[in-house]
C-alpha cells in the first residue's frame, strides 16, 4: 500500500460507516435494540480508523490539498458540498462519542434526543466523504 492508496481506502471506510449507519438506522425503527448498537458501534470504530487514516494521510503528505479540477458550476457545487463537510465533520467528532455516552450510560432519552441531530450529521457527513473523494480523484482530478 502507498500513500496514494489512502484516500481510496479512506472513502471505502465512509462508505462501510454509512451502510452501517443505514442498518442502525433500520434495526432501531424496527425495534432491535441488540443490531442496532452493534451497527452503531461498528459504525464508530470504521469511522475512527478513517479518522486515523485520513490524519494520517495528511501528515505523510505534509499537509498538502488535492487540487480540484473542476470549473465553473460544478465547481461552486463542490466548495460548498466541501465546506459544509468539514464544518460538520468537526461537530462529529463531539457529537457521535457525546451521543454514544448517553446509550453506554443506558440514558436513553437523552442518547435518543441527541441522536435526532447527530445522525443526519454524521450520515451527511459520511456520504459526502465518499462524494469528495470521487469529485478529488475519480471525475474531476486536477491536471496539476
Not at 425503527?29 to 464508530?44: D, E, P, Q, T, W
Request: positive net charge; proline residues 3%; charged residues 10%.
Amino acid at each position: 500500500m502507498s500513500i496514494q492508496d489512502i484516500p481510496a481506502l479512506n472513502a471505502c471506510l465512509n462508505g462501510l460507516a454509512t451502510i452501517l449507519m443505514t442498518a442502525g438506522f433500520i434495526f432501531i425503527k424496527s425495534g432491535n435494540k441488540k443490531s442496532h448498537r452493534k451497527m452503531m458501534l461498528s459504525a464508530g470504530t470504521v469511522s475512527a480508523v478513517f479518522l486515523v487514516g485520513y490524519v494520517s494521510h495528511k501528515i505523510l503528505v505534509k499537509g498538502v490539498h488535492t487540487p480540484f479540477g473542476g470549473e465553473g458550476a460544478i465547481s461552486t457545487f463542490y466548495y460548498t458540498m466541501l465546506i459544509s463537510h468539514i464544518i460538520l465533520a468537526i461537530s462529529i467528532a463531539y457529537l457521535v462519542p457525546r451521543t454514544f455516552l448517553f446509550a453506554i450510560k443506558g440514558d436513553f432519552e437523552r442518547h435518543k434526543k441527541w441522536a435526532k441531530w447527530t445522525f443526519p450529521i454524521w450520515y451527511y457527513v459520511s456520504v459526502t466523504g465518499v462524494l469528495v473523494y470521487f469529485f478529488l480523484y475519480q471525475w474531476w482530478p486536477s491536471a496539476a
